[in-house]
């Protein structure tokens, strides 16, 4: 019953920043996993960042470690996207998903539940 929906993306210049926001409704019982991916036309979805609910873990892909930061409110059932130094290569669609078996993975394939996504433009 779990419910996602993005926000924040938009068109902006090489080294600039966004903020997305993952906002989850329904059935958000539980320590799950939630993740950022993304997409671009052509190629396979890739797993961007992810974090629990509650503690201190988190996980980036070498692409966004140190550039992108991923956090939560839990009183807002919110995750967000803080991408800094935004690259052209990071265009594409980006998606918000949970893994609400706990599988506690990377691959794509753990997500059961997906967001919409939000189109991120990067211009040089």
């Known amino acids: 019953q779990v419910q996602l929906v993005e926000s924040g993306g938009g068109l902006v210049q090489a080294g600039g920043s966004l903020r997305l926001s993952c906002a989850a409704s329904?059935?958000?019982?539980?320590?799950?996993?939630m993740g950022w991916f993304r997409q671009v036309l052509g190629k396979e979805r890739e797993f961007v960042a992810g974090t629990k609910w509650t503690g201190q873990y988190t996980v980036y892909a070498d692409s966004a470690r140190g550039r992108f930061t991923i956090s939560r409110d839990n009183a807002k059932n919110t995750v967000y996207l803080e991408m800094n130094s935004l690259k052209p290569e990071d265009t594409a669609v980006y998606y918000c998903?949970?893994?609400?078996?706990?599988?506690?993975?990377?691959?794509?394939?753990?997500?059961?539940?997906w967001g919409q996504g939000t189109q991120v433009t990067v211009s040089s």
């Open positions: 998903a949970a893994d609400t078996y706990d599988v506690g993975s990377t691959n794509v394939r753990s997500y059961n539940y």
């Open positions: 329904g059935r958000i019982f539980g320590n799950y996993y």
